[in-house]
């Protein structure tokens, strides 16, 4: 796991200004695993700060993501999920009851990054959504 930076540096490096109700966010969330959603992180804070909107939360957690403080999980179903887990890895994803797992992109073979494909593309980064079933879901 890559160790997180602090609050205040992570948002100089994305320009965006910090408050104190998004540190108390930011701090939350680093407390949570998995793929959260906005619903979830907003439980979660609202225990730290009882006049929080759920409205703030969505706000503020678009923010992370639009600025690349944080990533979003990249779903074609499903709710917004925020991504906890800074190693890069794809999503095993249950079609069945949506659960979403991670697993180490070693384990489905690295492509090469920073490489170009045709047409002239410069790949960064990926993710692969796995579909299937989990181990619960095929019981039964
Ligand atoms: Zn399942
Ligand atoms: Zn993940």
Known sequence: MTAAKPFRELCAEH??????QRQIL???MQGMHGHPSPEEIYAEVKRQVPSISLA???????????S???REVSLHHGSQRVEMNRDEHHHLVCSKCKSISDI????LGVLPKRRKLAGGFLVERYAVDVIGLCANCQQG
């Open 15 to 20: 320009g965006i200004a910090v408050t104190h």
């Open 26 to 28: 930011y701090e939350v």
């Open 56 to 66: 703030t939360v969505y706000k503020n957690i678009h923010l992370f993501v639009e």
């Open 68 to 70: 690349g403080v944080l």
């Open 104 to 107: 180490d992109e070693k384990v």
